[in-house]
């Protein structure tokens, strides 16, 4: 007998127990609103600002070298002298 008076407090001390539990509450959600037409449209913007002005581009290459001319025509031939030439020996220069 005394083997059955622990599990039968046991028993009686939960079946008290859930009877003091209060009840869950549930909340139903409320239903989704449908939507209506779409409005009319909005007035149009204004204009934005005009953007900057872009960086200057880099300098370009030097160009190749152009071809060498043609030879150009022979001249005249010059005068006739009187015969006399003038010999002008040079001077040295100073010492300093």
């Known amino acids: 007998m005394n083997r059955l008076i622990l599990p039968a407090a046991l028993l009686l001390a939960l079946g008290l127990s859930a009877c003091e539990q209060q009840p869950a509450v549930v909340t ?3 239903a989704a609103a449908v939507p209506g037409p779409a409005g009319p449209t909005g007035a149009t913007g204004a204009q934005g600002d005009t953007g900057n002005t872009g960086n200057t581009g880099t300098t370009g290459s030097t160009g190749d070298t152009g071809q060498t001319g043609d030879t150009g025509q ?4 010059g005068a006739k002298g009187d015969g006399t030439t003038v010999i002008i020996e040079p001077t040295t220069p100073p010492s300093n």
């Open 28 to 30: 139903v959600p409320a």
């Open 74 to 77: 022979t001249g005249d031939t």
